[in-house]
């Protein structure tokens, strides 16, 4: 009886586990964002962001920069930018999905929220 009810608190622990964190992508934060400037080169653009998690060969203008978090048992957060290039200059950035609030733009101390 007593090796039953040891077994049973140790499955019992075992679902309680914590799970880790699974990060994959590149982190896009609200400072790199706002480094980019239209007519940047690829080279000034990879400097910044680092090189894109993806480049389509079928689209060689366009990198997405990808970032996904499950932060243990909880929802998966997804975000990041698609850069298009044109003539080997950055031309437009669209952004997807909410960025992480550590790096949303913060109110200066003593701001009064509307």
């Known amino acids: ?3 039953l009810l040891i077994f049973i608190t140790v499955i019992m622990l075992i679902g ?17 964002l706002a480094s980019l400037q ?4 690829p080279r000034q653009v990879v400097a910044v962001m680092g090189s894109p998690m993806l480049q389509d060969p079928f689209h060689a203008d366009r990198w997405d920069y990808y970032y996904s978090m ?6 998966i957060i997804r975000y990041g930018a698609t850069l298009y290039f044109a003539d080997e200059q950055l031309q437009r950035i669209e952004r997807w999905g909410p960025l992480p609030e550590q790096d949303r733009p913060r109110p200066a101390p003593g701001a009064s929220r509307l």
Not at 18 to 31: A, L
Not at 38 to 41: E, H, L, N, R, S
């Open 38 to 41: 239209p007519g940047m080169t």
């Open 70 to 75: 499950r932060p243990g048992r909880d929802e």
């Open 1 to 3: 009886m007593q090796k």
């Open 16 to 32: 309680c586990a914590h799970k880790i964190d699974i990060q994959q992508g590149n982190v896009v934060s609200e400072e790199m």
